[in-house]
């Protein structure tokens, strides 16, 4: 294994007692001490500092997370951990606008990541995917952080929160025909699946199509 992949394979191991330090930094309001381990945090992780991952596209930092490496999901979620951190350190200095501009990366970057395995993912995951989404301020969230909430909850069998997700967007974009299309092909993709699949995701079979007919109505 070469060096720079055994380091963060090695860095991402001991990534678990760093954030507990970390969080206790701030839960004993010791902020300056905090914000230093975050910016060396950050540069150890992928070499650069604060201020550019929270401005960074998502596109770069998932290729800077090593997607095609075996780990990446590991490293995504180390650097989704403080981003995480990033926000609570700022919703502590009374900055809720940088506190959720770093949850809205954060919760980005980990669906979108997981998006793009070829399979399902660890429990540990999906919940620290979870707790991004409860911090967010779902109160006038962009178009690409709602339709990739729609995607998350299709994805891990959610299909009634993906529904409920789809029709906010459909409240906000009522016009939109590629989204009516993605609503559509959402519906057809479940009516493949079995009754008891859709009833474990909160979905029975009759509402699906009734959701899939509501959005062909509208379409014509």
Do not use: N
């Amino acid at each position: 294994m070469p060096y720079a992949q055994d380091y963060i394979k090695r860095m991402i191991e001991q990534f678990g007692e760093f954030l507990l330090a970390l969080k206790q930094l701030l839960a004993e309001d010791r902020r300056a001490q905090a914000r230093e381990q975050l910016d060396a945090a950050y540069r150890a992780l992928l070499g650069m500092d604060a201020t550019f991952i929270r401005q960074a596209p998502d596109d770069y930092l998932i290729l800077a997370c090593g997607m095609a490496q075996v780990g990446d999901l590991d490293k995504a979620l180390a650097l989704g951990d403080l981003l995480a951190a990033d926000g609570d350190w700022h919703a502590m200095e009374g900055d809720d606008e940088t506190a959720q501009a770093c949850y809205r990366k954060a919760t980005r970057l980990l669906i979108e990541t997981l998006l793009r395995q070829p399979f399902g993912t660890s429990a540990a995951y999906i919940e620290k995917i979870d707790a991004l989404i409860e911090k967010l301020d779902h109160d006038g969230l962009p178009f690409d952080l709602r339709e990739r909430l729609f995607r998350y909850h299709e994805r891990v069998g959610r299909y009634a929160d993906a529904e409920d997700d789809l029709f906010d967007l459909l409240a906000a974009w009522p016009d939109d025909p590629a989204l009516l299309e993605a609503g559509i092909a959402f519906y057809e993709r479940l009516l493949a699946l079995q009754d008891h699949e859709l009833l474990l995701g909160g979905l029975p079979r009759d509402e699906v199509l009734a959701g899939l007919a509501e959005l062909e109505a509208r379409l014509r």
